[in-house]
């Protein structure tokens, strides 16, 4: 159920900027495509989806990048992996998986195969003609989730993320990187966190790194491991917001609310409009009895995130306290 006008006109309180309003960060697109946001941060890094907005390392994306997001996302569910996607993409346009991303409802699924519908015909890699046997849109008129499939098939270790043997191209960053993207995407953390620390250890630590070795730590439940590789990331960019919100996350899970909350009060001073932000600092300040200042927060993440898929139990937890 959506949330009616009259309670989001009793949220919208909110005088801040409006830059950002009703745009969706990282975090909701992976929350309205229902994937892992590892596969947005994924095509985040390859292009294939484009924030119209940046603040630092934030981005927030619109309507237009969600339909782009959901037929990316139903190639996931079909089974293809994220470098599949990437490589089968990359052979339908000249200027590589990005540009094809945006072809919109002419890519249509044909078994194995990725085609671009041209009228009434299917063309493949090299503009080479396709018969299509079994072709399906991306965008069906309906999906619902039996048509979803019941496990999506996790990817081995294969020779792309193993040490080159002699004679053979060297294993690059770029594909350890998107192997331990599409691991986590497939919900093997240990071998995604495997991938991550070799890619550590052949290029040394980083901001990008370490954050992304952290949520991983985040997610598989090892919270002092995760607070500890958050801190990493923000040693080497203090202005990482998102880090320093997973960190206030971590905090408050690990019962240190005081630093939780100057963590994501920090991020606003920087960020007022980074709803992910007033989101979690509600969480902390209910945690501690501080309802009246929760309560303002709340009402700020409704005002910048309106459509977001968090914004009915953002609404139910104001409904509760009248």
């Keep these: 159920m959506s949330p009616t006008q009259r309670q989001l006109d009793t949220a919208l309180?909110?005088?801040?900027?409006?830059?950002?309003?009703?745009?969706?960060?990282?975090a909701m697109v992976a929350a309205v495509l229902g994937i892992p946001v590892a596969a947005v941060r994924h095509?985040?890094?390859?292009?294939?989806?484009?924030?119209?907005?940046?603040?630092?390392?934030?981005?927030?994306?619109d309507y237009g990048e969600l339909l782009i997001g959901r037929r990316l996302a139903r190639l996931l569910e079909s089974g293809f992996g994220l470098r599949e996607i990437d490589a089968r993409l990359a052979e339908l346009h000249p200027d590589g998986a990005a540009a094809a991303a945006r072809l919109g409802q002419r890519i249509v699924v044909d078994g194995r195969r990725l085609s671009v519908r041209n009228g009434e015909i299917l063309l493949g890699a090299g503009g080479q003609r396709q018969f299509g046997f079994y072709t399906a849109d991306l965008d069906p008129p309906e999906a619902t989730a039996a048509d979803a499939p019941a496990a999506l098939p996790l990817p081995s270790?294969?020779?792309?993320a193993l040490p080159a043997a002699?004679?053979?191209?060297?294993?690059t960053g770029r594909e350890l990187l998107a192997l331990a993207a599409e691991l986590e995407a497939c919900g093997d953390t240990e071998g995604a966190t495997e991938a991550l620390r070799a890619l550590l250890q052949a290029e040394g630590p980083s901001a990008h790194l370490s954050f992304m070795l952290a949520e991983l730590l985040y997610r598989s439940g090892d919270l002092t491991a995760a607070r500890e590789r958050y801190y990493t990331a923000i040693e080497f960019d203090e202005d990482h917001l998102e880090a320093r919100t997973s960190l206030g996350c971590v905090l408050s899970e690990l019962?240190?609310?005081?630093?939780?909350?100057?963590?994501?009060?920090?991020?606003?001073?920087?960020?007022?409009?980074?709803?992910?932000?007033?989101w979690h600092l509600a969480g902390v300040l209910d945690e501690v009895?501080?309802?009246?200042?929760?309560?303002?927060h709340l009402r700020t993440f409704v005002a910048?995130?309106?459509?977001?898929?968090?914004?009915r139990m953002a609404l139910d937890r104001l409904a509760a306290r009248g």
């Design 255 to 278: 019962g240190d609310h005081e630093l939780a909350e100057a963590a994501l009060e920090g991020v606003l001073r920087q960020q007022p409009d980074y709803a992910d932000a007033h």
């Design 289 to 296: 009895g501080r309802e009246s200042e929760a309560i303002r």
């Design 304 to 311: 910048l995130s309106p459509d977001s898929p968090w914004v």
């Design 157 to 160: 270790w294969d020779a792309a």
């Design 13 to 26: 309180d909110w005088d801040g900027p409006v830059a950002v309003r009703g745009l969706h960060t990282v």
């Design 43 to 61: 095509w985040v890094r390859g292009g294939l989806l484009r924030p119209i907005h940046r603040a630092g390392r934030i981005g927030w994306f």
């Design 166 to 171: 002699e004679g053979d191209e060297p294993v």
